[in-house]
C-alpha cells in the first residue's frame, strides 16, 4: 500500500526535469555533475545546452577547458568543469567512451561517489539501487522514527530500511517519487503531512496529525 499510494501520488504530482525524459547514461551522470549543490531549476537550461552541444563522452573530451567553462560559466563552479574533462578523458580511454554499468567501475571514476553511481545505475540501467541523500534521509527519518544525524546517509540502518521500502520492479518512479515528496510535502520545516499520500505509513505524520486534532 505504501509503495502504491506514494507512485500513484507522483504519477500526478511529480516534478518535470529533462534528465528525466532519458535514461541515456551519458546524459544522466551529467546531470548528476549539474546538480551537486545546484538547485535543480537552475541547471535545467544549462543541461539543455550542454548536451545538446557536446552529445557524448567523446565530444567532451576533445573540447578545450575554455570552450566548457565559457558553456558553464553560469552555474559559476569552475570545479565542474575540470571534473567533467577528467571524467570524459578517463571514460573514453578506460571504457571505450560508453558510461560504465558495475558500480566499481563508476565509483573509479573521478568525481562519482555512492550516489551519482547509483543514481546512474537506477535510472540508465534499471537497477534496484536505493538513493539516500539528505532529503530521503530526511523522509525515511520521519517514516521510521529513526533519530537523523549527519552521518546518515552513509548509515547501514537507512540503507536498509530504505531498501524493505523499495518497489524493486519500479526502482525509478519509486526514488523519484520519494526525491519529489521530500521537495513538495515532507520539506525540512512544516512538511504538509495532510497532503502527505503516505501519511498513515508515517510515525512523524501520525503524531503530527493526531497532536493537531487535540489541540
Not at 552529445?55 to 575554455?66: E, G, M
Not at 559559476?76 to 560508453?98: P, S, Y
Request: proline share 5%.
Amino acid at each position: 500500500m505504501f509503495r502504491r499510494n506514494l507512485i500513484s501520488w507522483w504519477r500526478t504530482n511529480g516534478r518535470e526535469f529533462p534528465w528525466r525524459e532519458t535514461q541515456r547514461p551519458y546524459n544522466l551522470l551529467v546531470a548528476e555533475v549539474f546538480l551537486h549543490r545546484t538547485r535543480a531549476r537552475q541547471v535545467a537550461p544549462l543541461y539543455l545546452r550542454f548536451v545538446r552541444e557536446y552529445r557524448s563522452w567523446q565530444d567532451v573530451a576533445t573540447a578545450s577547458l575554455h570552450e566548457l567553462r565559457s558553456l558553464l560559466k553560469p552555474l559559476g563552479l569552475n570545479w565542474r568543469v575540470r571534473l567533467l574533462h577528467r571524467m570524459a578523458k578517463e571514460i573514453v580511454r578506460r571504457f571505450r567512451g560508453q558510461t560504465p554499468r558495475q558500480r566499481d567501475a563508476l565509483e573509479s571514476l573521478p568525481g562519482v561517489g555512492h550516489y551519482k553511481a547509483t543514481a546512474v545505475r537506477c535510472f540508465a540501467y534499471g537497477q534496484p539501487e536505493v538513493l539516500l541523500d539528505t532529503n530521503t534521509v530526511r523522509v525515511l527519518s520521519r517514516l521510521r522514527g529513526i533519530r537523523q544525524s549527519d552521518a546518515s546517509r552513509r548509515s547501514r540502518l537507512y540503507r536498509t530500511e530504505l531498501s524493505q521500502l523499495l518497489d524493486r520492479r519500479r526502482a525509478r518512479e519509486f526514488n523519484l517519487a520519494l526525491l519529489d515528496l521530500a521537495a513538495l510535502v515532507c520539506k525540512p520545516s512544516d512538511p504538509d503531512c495532510l497532503a502527505c499520500p503516505v501519511s498513515d505509513h508515517c510515525y512523524y505524520g501520525r503524531r503530527r496529525v493526531r497532536t493537531r486534532s487535540q489541540g
